[in-house]
């Protein structure tokens, strides 16, 4: 354990933007624990904790069934395993019943793999889940992490749900965040603590693609495309859009949401035209249709002689 600590504290997840909520590029050593223990192989270049694994970065813990470090040699190094300093590595597998938890976040999938070189998390598996405080993510397929473009992506019946209830899904939702409040030159005791959501990253816009949809209280938007601006809370959706209220549906080109008011308006190209359809209730079709008509009663029939 020590070893393995000893390596990951030089290189892990090195050259990575900080400042996000969960972010595996800075802090000191990190302390591996295992309840199966531990396997070094030397030959193939990588350690594996297995058994309840746990890895642990400043404020980020990694929780699996079995965590593998992939590790290279350094440039002018020995690359041996007693010189520990000479290694470095570029490469952390988690397996079966992964989680990766801040004070505030928490990741959920099968599997997660996180390439030091291009700084990217990419989660696999059923029921994947990404929770923060401004959101919750899910996804079927897959989840991407890109910490140095503050960029998440979430593909298969993917949906993103705020936590004032707005929704908005699709095929692949990609997600931006802003960069940091805190500033960056101000020096941090060293007992300070991690920091909370309103100085790490929000989401800050999020573009659909492939069977968007986006709910508000009374309609639901329905498109091929769409970008949802979060702190404007507004939508636009593009493509085969179609607007639902209720029994109602109008079909257009594009459409403009606002996810605050609930109201969402049609957009006709030039020299087009909405169509659609609308349905009065059942109180207005009432008041509205003709008095039905009087039907005379019949005569009986007249008596024969």
Do not use: C
Not at 68 to 83: E, H, I, M, P, Q
């Amino acid at each position: 354990m020590r070893l393995l600590s000893t390596i990951a504290a030089t290189a892990m997840f090195a050259g990575a933007a900080a400042a996000q909520p969960i972010d595996l590029s800075r802090g000191g050593p990190i302390d591996v624990t295992a309840a199966g223990g531990f396997e070094w192989r030397d030959q193939e270049q990588k350690v594996i904790a297995f058994g309840d694994a746990r890895a642990v970065r400043a404020d980020v813990t990694v929780l699996a069934d079995r965590l593998v470090a992939l590790y290279r040699k350094r440039a002018g190094s020995t690359g041996t395993a007693t010189d520990s300093g000479g290694n470095e590595i570029y490469r952390l597998e988690a397996e079966g019943h992964v989680r990766i938890v801040t004070a505030t976040d928490e990741a959920v999938g099968e599997r997660a793999v996180y390439d030091i070189d291009q700084a990217v998390l990419v989660m696999t598996g059923g029921a994947l889940r990404l929770t923060t405080p401004q959101q919750v993510i899910t996804a079927r397929d897959s989840m991407e992490y890109w910490s140095d473009r503050r960029m998440a992506v979430a593909r298969g019946a993917a949906v993103v749900v705020t936590s004032d209830g707005r929704r908005i899904s699709g095929d692949t939702l990609v997600g931006y965040t802003t960069p940091s409040t805190e500033p960056a030159a101000k020096p941090q005791p060293a007992a300070a603590k991690p920091a909370g959501p309103e100085a790490s990253g929000k989401l800050q816009r999020v573009e659909g693609f492939g069977n968007v949809e986006v709910r508000t209280t009374t309609d639901t938007v329905r498109g091929d495309r769409g970008v949802y601006v979060v702190d404007l809370g507004t939508a636009r959706v593009v493509g085969n859009v179609r607007v639902t209220h209720g029994q109602n549906q109008l079909n257009g080109p594009a459409a403009d949401v606002n996810m605050r008011t609930g109201i969402a308006r049609m957009i006709a190209d030039p020299g087009g035209r909405v169509q659609g359809m609308i349905v009065p209730n059942d109180a207005q079709a009432a008041a509205a249709a003709p008095p039905p008509a009087k039907v005379p009663p019949a005569k009986p029939p007249a008596k024969k002689p």
